[in-house]
């Protein structure tokens, strides 16, 4: 069974729109929630994170959580040809000594933004 | 801050060769690193987590004796490909982590900060 769920896409809007970005994850102790950027033939650059209830903003880009319904997701404002690549969700839990598991990644989610 | 770095960026050897893959955190002391590999269209695969002086915890199906890491400092993490084979071609990614209050309140929440990745090719 699959921890972090992201649809694949492909997910294509033009320049300008607002680009969604959603992820569901299966466990209910998970406490930080984190988005990447991955451009093709690149490594993971992080975007943001994220571990209250509600939205976070930074910039363009604005993650929101709600944990009752485990899910996360990003909006990407006024979205640039350059915005296109894919987008990681991944998801932290804590174990009970108080260290942090690693990262449960989901697969994917290929954004292209049209000019 | 939060630079990891990855040497080397692309190799290109003989089947049968060992390969070293070096991962550095530049401006923090990260007391776990983490090992991925991704084939070209596919996610990212967790291969192994190590800890800074201690042995790595490999995932199920990585086999331990054929990818060596060695945590050996809170700043180097290495991963050796023994005797590589073409189907060990991946583009392999670093990852390090920093506990809170361990880099100067830097990393709050365990975010991982990546290397650029290395890309291995074997003929």
């Known amino acids: 069974q699959k921890e972090v769920e992201q649809n694949s896409g492909p997910l294509s809007v033009p320049e300008g729109a607002i680009a969604s970005l959603n992820c569901t994850y299966s466990d209910r102790g998970s406490q930080s929630f984190f988005w990447y950027r991955q451009y093709s033939g690149k490594s993971p650059e992080l975007i943001m994170f994220?571990?209250?209830?509600g939205d976070k903003e930074d910039g363009r880009f604005t993650a929101q959580l709600n944990k009752a319904s485990q899910y996360v997701s990003l909006l990407i404002r006024d979205s640039q040809p350059s915005d296109s690549a894919t987008y990681l969700c991944a998801v932290n839990m804590f174990e009970t000594s108080g260290s942090a598991r690693q990262l449960t990644f989901g697969s994917g989610t290929q954004l292209t933004v049209l000019p | 801050g939060a630079v990891v770095s990855q040497h080397p960026s692309r190799v290109i050897c003989k089947s049968g060769t060992s390969v070293k893959i070096e991962c550095r955190s530049l401006?923090?002391?990260?007391?776990?690193m983490f090992w991925y590999r991704q084939f070209p269209k596919q996610s990212l695969m967790l291969m192994a987590t190590?800890?800074?002086?201690?042995?790595?915890?490999?995932e199920q199906g990585v086999e331990k004796d054929k990818f060596l890491i060695n945590h050996a400092s809170l700043t180097l993490s290495t991963l050796t490909v023994a005797s590589a084979h073409p189907e060990d071609s991946s583009f392999y990614i670093c990852?390090?982590?920093?506990?809170?209050?361990?880099?100067?309140?830097?990393?709050?929440?365990?975010?991982?900060?990546f290397g650029p990745g290395t890309r291995l090719t074997v003929l």
């Open positions: 994220i571990y209250s209830n």
């Open positions: 401006d923090f002391q990260a007391t776990t």
């Open positions: 190590s800890n800074e002086g201690s042995k790595a915890t490999y």
């Open positions: 990852s390090a982590r920093a506990e809170p209050g361990t880099s100067g309140g830097f990393s709050s929440y365990n975010e991982q900060f």
